[in-house]
Structure formats: structure tokens, C-alpha cells
């Protein structure tokens, strides 16, 4: 059974510092991109970051740039966010995605609430 949860939100003020996980079991870690989308009332779901199977490319949204940074342990099956100088625009419902293009697979976590205000 295809797993991903995750975990790390909660409220924080403007400025602070964020790391959510996404685990993942029944299906090969390594072999799949991951991602991390966000999507706040009232907008649509977005993507936030990426990484390839083995990490070493990577993507942002600009509007992140330079302030989040997505990693993964292939050993631990485990991708995460790490979201530094938070904004209350960052408020939203973060989300992991696993994907394999060739074979036509896309899995998704159920969110995580991160909350920036003072």
C-alpha cells in the first residue's frame, strides 16, 4: 500500500523557520521525483519545489527562491522542505507528490497546515 505522510507544520511567526518531512513506503523511494506543492484557500494547488530521483537537481518557485530548500534521504524513503524567513503568503496546505513519468504514476501525501502570523 502507496504512503506518503506528512508532517513538520504548525503556526509560526513571520521570520521563522519551518522543516516538514514527507515519508513514503510501499513503492520504490529512489526511483521517483518528488515534490512539494502548496495551495491556499481560495487558489489553486501550486508547485513549491522539486527534486529529481537522486537529488541532485532541483527547482523552485520563484516566489521561495533562496528561502526553501527541498532534500531527500533515499535511504529513509523521506523527502524534505526545509522554509526559512517564512511570510504570512506562505500560509497554505503543503503537499508531497511522488512521481514516475514512465510509468505513468503520481501519488500525493494528505497535507500538511503550515500557518505564518503574529
Known amino acids: 500500500q502507496v504512503q506518503l505522510v506528512e508532517s513538520g507544520g504548525g503556526l509560526v511567526q513571520?521570520?521563522?523557520?519551518?522543516?516538514?518531512?514527507?515519508?513514503?513506503s510501499g513503492f520504490t523511494f529512489s526511483e521517483y521525483r518528488m515534490s512539494w506543492y502548496?495551495?491556499?484557500p481560495g487558489k489553486e494547488r501550486e508547485l513549491v519545489?522539486?527534486?529529481?530521483?537522486t537529488g541532485v537537481n532541483t527547482n523552485y518557485a520563484d516566489s521561495v527562491k533562496g528561502r526553501f530548500t527541498i532534500s531527500r534521504?533515499?535511504?529513509k524513503?523521506?523527502?524534505y522542505l526545509q522554509m526559512n524567513s517564512l511570510k504570512p503568503d506562505d500560509t497554505a496546505v503543503y503537499y508531497?507528490?511522488?512521481d514516475r513519468p514512465a510509468l505513468w504514476?503520481?501519488?500525493?501525501?494528505?497535507g500538511t497546515q503550515?500557518?505564518?502570523s503574529s
Open 14 to 24: 513571520p521570520g521563522g523557520s519551518l522543516r516538514l518531512s514527507c515519508a513514503a
Open 38 to 40: 502548496r495551495q491556499a
Open 49 to 53: 519545489a522539486y527534486s529529481t530521483s
Open 73 to 75: 534521504d533515499n535511504a
Open 77 to 79: 524513503s523521506t523527502v
Open 96 to 98: 508531497c507528490k511522488a
Open 105 to 110: 504514476r503520481v501519488y500525493w501525501g494528505q
Open 114 to 116: 503550515v500557518t505564518v
